[in-house]
């Protein structure tokens, strides 16, 4: 009679092989083990090109210099609204990382000012908002600049709206216990509808949206206490831009992140319309941070196109407020993954040439990211220390931390240097 054993010992062996594969740690996981044990340095602080914008020599007038003065204003108790950052950009910034570690380092130095501009209903489902809880029914109709846009081209400040024809709501509970200041940004239509607002379960006010002509239009919510939760419910035909929710003091930042969203796409929303937005926002520092799309197909005579994009992009930006600050940054590294070798994608650097001359002509700050990263190709070095996913285009989670932590570092040093007497 045979071994019977033999079988059992081979399924055994299988098993336990099974198992061993399933609780293994993932590279992920080592990762993280391995930079828990040993944490990777602060990374550099970004090196901000701060150019004069008024005047010569060391008395001039930067262009950050706008900034600085709320953030002085800010620090000395004298300022009467929060430093407002409106953090313009694609599917790197989109899902609030960046933004919100800003909030956390620049907040814990200036205070927490809340969380700023909301889009009502995000036009994409990869934008988030971590500073604030927000929910919607389904009933709205949205649009933005990387997806299907209305005629009019009417897509307020932060590129995007939501429209009710019949009824729909919406709720915000900010995380932050500060929030003392609430405002919608609508349109004003012919046939336009009802908008209820309610603080903290109690009717605030009620917004006629109806007018003769399009045009946009600001509410101001009244609010008597730290605001806990905002409700919206729209009657009829209301197109919603946005709600600010912001304290009196600290710093703000919007994220204005847009999946798929491209230089050329934010032109969809009507100049003249945005401009106004812009204005009555007003935020110190306005941050454009755009390209990772356009990496992957700018070739030839497109780059200089490129540039006038951007131009284009920032005029308004300068129009709407000529004394506040703007910073450009420029794309990160990239390897070309479906090119033998991975070699780094060679529209980077040039692409980073041009939106320096972009923000050199407007009077911008500049931040040349790649060479912070390391320079061409320093995007595997990233992927390997688990800052960036396997694309070699996106940050994770740590290296939307560093990349943040460096642009606030960058900003503070400034500051110190706008301070010294």
């Known amino acids: 009679m045979g071994d019977v054993r033999a079988p059992l010992v081979v399924t055994c062996a299988l098993v336990v092989s099974a198992l061993a594969a399933i609780t293994a740690p993932t590279h992920a996981e080592k990762l993280v083990r391995r930079t828990a044990a040993h944490p990777p340095p602060a990374p550099a602080p970004a090196q901000l090109d701060n150019p004069c914008v008024k005047g010569t020599g060391p008395s001039c007038t930067r262009a950050l210099d706008g900034f600085f003065a ?35 380092v620049l907040g814990g130095r200036f205070g927490d000012g809340g969380p700023g501009f909301l889009h009502v209903v995000p036009p994409h489902h990869y934008c988030r908002h971590r500073a604030v809880k927000r929910a919607a029914s389904a009933s709205w109709t949205v649009h933005g600049v990387s997806s299907p846009f209305p005629a009019d081209r009417l897509l307020g400040f932060g590129g995007a709206s939501a429209e009710s024809q019949g009824g729909a709501t919406a709720r915000f509970a900010p995380l932050s216990k500060r929030v003392t200041r609430a405002e919608i940004y609508y349109l004003a239509q012919p046939g336009g509808g009802k908008l209820d607002v309610a603080v903290d379960g109690k009717s605030a006010t009620s917004i006629a949206t109806a007018a003769a002509a399009k045009q946009a239009a600001y509410t101001q919510v009244p609010v008597t206490a730290a605001l806990a939760r905002l409700d919206l419910a729209a009657r009829g035909r209301v197109r919603l831009f946005g709600v600010v929710l912001e304290a009196d003091r600290g710093v703000v930042v919007d994220n204005l992140g847009v999946v798929n969203a491209t230089a050329k796409s934010w032109g969809k929303n009507r100049r003249d319309h945005w401009q106004g937005q812009l204005a009555h926002r007003a935020p110190d520092l306005f941050v454009v941070m755009i390209g990772t799309n356009e990496a992957s197909w700018l070739a030839g005579a497109a780059f200089a196109e490129h540039a006038r994009v951007v131009a284009g992009l920032l005029a308004p930006v300068r129009a709407a407020n000529p004394d506040a600050s703007c910073l450009v940054i420029s794309p990160f590294d990239q390897l070309d993954y479906e090119q033998a070798g991975a070699p780094p994608r060679a529209s980077i650097a040039r692409m980073v ?3 320096r001359a972009a923000a050199t002509a407007a009077g911008c700050a500049f931040w040349d990211a790649q060479a912070w990263m390391g320079g061409p190709g320093s995007s595997r070095a990233w992927r390997r220390a688990g800052w960036l996913t396997n694309d070699f285009a996106h940050p994770t989670h740590e290296g939307s931390k560093r990349i943040a932590d460096a642009l606030a570092a960058g900003l503070l040093d400034g500051y110190a240097h706008f301070r010294k007497p």
């Not at 204003?73 to 919100?100: C, F, H, K, N, V």
């Open 353 to 355: 040439e041009a939106q």
């Open 70 to 104: 709320a953030l002085a204003a800010t620090e000395a108790g004298t300022a009467t609204a929060p430093a407002r950052i409106s953090y313009l950009g694609d599917s790197l910034t989109a899902d609030d990382i960046i933004a919100q570690r800003l909030r956390h």
